[in-house]
């Protein structure tokens, strides 16, 4: 037996959220038409605390095949207990809903809408739905957690990419608890680039792998948005520390193949490596050995590939400078 519950209100922007103290609300936010003239709507949940204070917005699924942060999402407010809120808390369940009903990790047009932001009022496909996702939704913030997963075929470690030079993002950062910390001002074209030029400090969590639900990294993600909570004083919980401390990384970049064919990686996540170990090889599809790739430096692996077939130019794993 299903519950019956009202179909939640569509909105054309959050100024048109008006709702009572102590409350959560979920809404239809039309973005956009599709080709039968129809509305493309994102799937938003509000929380309004007893109390003013901070307005939080956390979003996911940038890339319609990042599922994790849509579970913390949910996890989120069900644990909420708005009576003790102060503030308003934004949950942007799907951010890019083309992309999330094709499983696919680009917009329509074959665009990454993580390197489009803050989009354009007059461009392209994915050009227009980020500029009205920034000045409809993400403008309303003061400040973002913008939750991400690897890419297909790539899996991550639980880490956090955030400018570590802005006192307002490290905190952010490191209430995380993540295993691991990428020094990585806002570049041009991200949700979170667009969020820090609006001057709303936001760091982007990467919470797994695509295309599943991780329980343990679900949890972790969830935390640390509470933590979050706690530190701009909109709940009165305590802040949990890490059980270990991050791994701080200045920098990070991936490392790509020369040739093609079947790759293998000798590493695993977090693993530290030394220049001119050994970290994957490569053979042909008879078998035979066509490349030893070695570190070119010192570093810890952040994430790596899992997709054995590779051509010339594939990603091979993303290394961090610690």
């Not at 917005?57 to 990042?66: F, K, P, R, T, Y």
Request: net charge neutral.
């Amino acid at each position: 037996m299903t519950a019956s519950n009202p179909e939640p209100p569509t909105i054309l922007s959050l100024e048109e959220i008006d709702q009572p103290a102590a409350s959560i609300r979920r809404y239809w936010l039309r973005i956009i038409s599709d080709g039968l003239g129809e509305p493309v709507r994102i799937p938003i949940i509000c929380a309004r605390g007893n109390e003013d204070g901070p307005t939080l917005g956390v979003s996911a699924a940038v890339h319609g095949d990042e599922l994790n942060g849509i579970r913390v999402i949910q996890r989120l407010f069900a644990d909420l207990d708005v009576n003790q809120l102060r503030g308003t808390i934004i949950g942007v369940l799907v951010v890019n809903v083309p992309a999330f009903l094709r499983q696919t990790r680009v917009y329509t047009d074959g665009f990454d809408l993580n390197h489009v932001m803050p989009g354009r009022e007059d461009g392209r496909a994915s050009e227009v739905y980020a500029f009205r996702l920034v000045d409809r939704v993400i403008r309303h913030f003061d400040f973002l957690l913008d939750l991400h997963t690897a890419s297909r075929g790539r899996v991550n470690s639980y880490y956090v990419r955030a400018d570590m030079s802005q006192e307002a993002t490290r905190q952010l950062a490191v209430l995380q608890n993540p295993q691991l910390i990428v020094h990585n001002p806002p570049s041009d074209g991200t949700l979170r680039g667009a969020a820090d030029a609006l001057d709303i400090p936001a760091v982007t969590l990467e919470v797994g792998n695509p295309s599943v639900y991780q329980r343990s990294l679900i949890r972790s993600g969830t935390a640390g948005v509470h933590n979050v909570m706690s530190f701009l004083k909109m709940t009165d919980d305590k802040i949990v520390p890490p059980v270990t401390p991050p791994i701080m990384c200045k920098r990070s970049y991936w490392i790509y193949t020369h040739t093609g064919g079947l790759l293998t990686l000798e590493v695993d996540l977090l693993q530290e490596v030394k220049t001119g170990d050994l970290i994957a090889t490569q053979r042909d599809v008879f078998g035979t050995l066509k490349e030893q790739y070695l570190a070119p430096q010192d570093g810890v692996v952040i994430g790596k590939s899992t997709m054995p077939v590779n051509r010339s130019g594939g990603r091979i794993l993303h290394l961090g400078l610690v």
